[in-house]
């Protein structure tokens, strides 16, 4: 087992290689039950998890040792009424203090930005915790692997791997925008998809083949690729069935994809990344994810897929 940092309710975080992970009590054994128990009748610190005595800190519903309580940046306790930051890790620092603090791109996780590493600042201007640097996607042979997983959930679901030809490439978050506005005019995406196919009629060679680009950012967590992975392969999938929908009916698809491939996932970071895909306020992006996931509780993944499959518009039909 891991290190212990929190059980609420029926959720019990543990730490694993720096990692938190979220499991249901209903996973541990009776005596690991009964660990689980005492362990949560001890009052303890918000900050260490270690229990904390009479010397104590009041705030909201936590309590901390006082030394414990104090800001990331200026490293001084918070006094009375100080009005603080935090982050869900945590991770406080003073209000009037948070502008020099980072707050990791991935996890959110603050950090001082005095004391941040030189590699912890991407060349675009992304910051990153040294918990989701340490995994962070910035090879190819990395990327294979993570679309390889991602290729093992979509098979689940009985969505094919593409036929055309599929190249990756990580990128950073400038190329990224400068293309997706090229494309579509929206930027800051984390994730790019371009298709292009080519039709020939008669001959042996008739028939449509396909070639793929997917872009992704350089420097995510793994966690946060697979998501954003499974979310470009649902752009291949619809790009090479033809598949024509609303903008926001065609990214809430891809959305469940980055849903699906992170409920395998038991990671905090997975717990927020699937929480920000629900409740994203992005008419296209939020409201399309929910919908189509109104459509999938309806009809189930392989009633989702052949709903989908009825939207195809035939070549002869389409303006290229
Ligand atoms: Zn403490
Ligand atoms: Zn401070
Ligand atoms: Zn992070
Ligand atoms: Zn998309």
Not at 177 to 203: A, D, K, M, P
Not at 223 to 231: D, G, K, P, Q, Y
Not at 271 to 286: H, Q, T, W
Request: with cysteine; aromatic share 6%; hydrophobic share 35%.
């Amino acid at each position: 087992m891991g290190e212990l940092i929190s059980i609420e309710g029926e959720q019990v975080t543990l730490l694993i290689e720096g990692r938190e992970y979220i499991f249901p009590v209903s996973r541990f054994s009776a005596p690991d039950r009964a660990y689980l128990q005492n362990w949560q009748k001890e009052e303890r610190c918000g900050v260490c998890r270690k229990k904390v005595g009479v010397e104590k800190m009041q705030a909201g519903e936590r309590v901390f040792h006082s030394k414990c309580f104090s800001c990331l940046v200026c490293e001084r306790p918070f006094l009375d009424r100080q009005p603080i930051r935090r982050d869900e890790w945590g991770g406080m620092v003073h209000s009037e203090h948070f502008r020099h603090a980072h707050s990791c791109g991935s996890c959110g996780r603050l950090f001082s930005a005095k004391r941040a590493k030189l590699e912890q600042i991407y060349a675009d201007g992304r910051v990153s915790c040294l918990v989701c640097l340490r995994e962070s996607v910035n090879d190819v042979a990395t990327l294979d692997a993570v679309a390889k997983r991602v290729r093992g959930g979509m098979a689940e679901l009985g969505l094919p791997t593409p036929v055309g030809p599929l190249t990756m490439r990580l990128v950073d978050q400038k190329t990224l925008n400068q293309e997706v506005e090229r494309v579509h005019g929206r930027g800051s995406l984390r994730g790019l998809t371009l298709t292009t196919f080519r039709t020939v009629t008669g001959g042996p060679k008739a028939g449509t083949s396909f070639i793929h680009q997917v872009w992704v950012l350089a420097g995510l967590p793994v966690v946060e690729c697979v998501s954003v992975l499974a979310h470009e392969f649902g752009h291949v999938w619809l790009n090479e069935n033809f598949i024509d929908m609303s903008p926001p009916s065609v990214e809430g698809f891809c959305n469940l994809l980055s849903m699906h491939a992170l409920n395998k996932d038991t990671s905090k970071l997975a717990d927020i990344l699937r929480k920000n895909l629900a409740m994203s306020e992005d008419r296209v992006y939020g409201r399309g994810f929910r919908e189509m996931d109104k459509k999938l509780q309806k009809l189930g993944w392989p009633g989702l897929i052949r709903d989908l499959s009825t939207r195809r518009v035939p070549l002869s039909k389409r303006a290229r």
